[in-house]
Nanobody
Framework: VQLQASGGGLVQTGGSLRLSCTASGGRFSDFNMGWFRQAPGKEHEFVAAISFDRLIKYSDSVKGRFTISRDNDKDTVYLQLDSLKLEDTAVYFC??????????????????WGQGTLVTVSS
């Protein structure tokens, strides 16, 4: 199973982007999916997650601005980024928990990662 993330780019503050993460192989509908990000010089940070049964969790820093969703027919999870701020600049990674225990905010509970997509917010 592989994850392919896309949709990053350069956007001004207040703007929007939609990130996509598509899985190839495996039973995507059974996966718990999450997004993390890493800003320059900082640790990875949890952003949002959606379980196989569509329970959703957001970090406090993005709640109300970002929206996670999934389309099982397309084996894809999305992250809609609205009202972007300078501090949202980071490489965004999607992850999949394919089996066993899962804690949405803990990177170690994810088994697969996409390659990352860069989001740059400018003033």
């Amino acid at each position: 199973v592989q994850l392919q993330a896309s949709g990053g780019g350069l956007v001004q503050t207040g703007g929007s982007l939609r990130l996509s993460c598509t899985a190839s192989g495996g039973r995507f509908s059974d996966f718990n999916m999450g997004w993390f990000r890493q800003a320059p010089g900082k640790e990875h940070e949890f952003v949002a997650a959606i379980s196989f049964d569509r329970l959703i969790k957001y970090s406090d820093s993005v709640k109300g601005r970002f929206t996670i969703s999934r389309d099982n027919d397309k084996d894809t999870v999305y992250l809609q980024l609205d009202s972007l701020k300078l501090e949202d600049t980071a490489v965004y990674f999607c992850g999949a928990n394919t089996r066993g225990s899962w804690a949405a905010q803990i990177r170690g509970t994810y088994h697969l990662w996409g390659q990352g997509t860069l989001v740059t917010v400018s003033s």
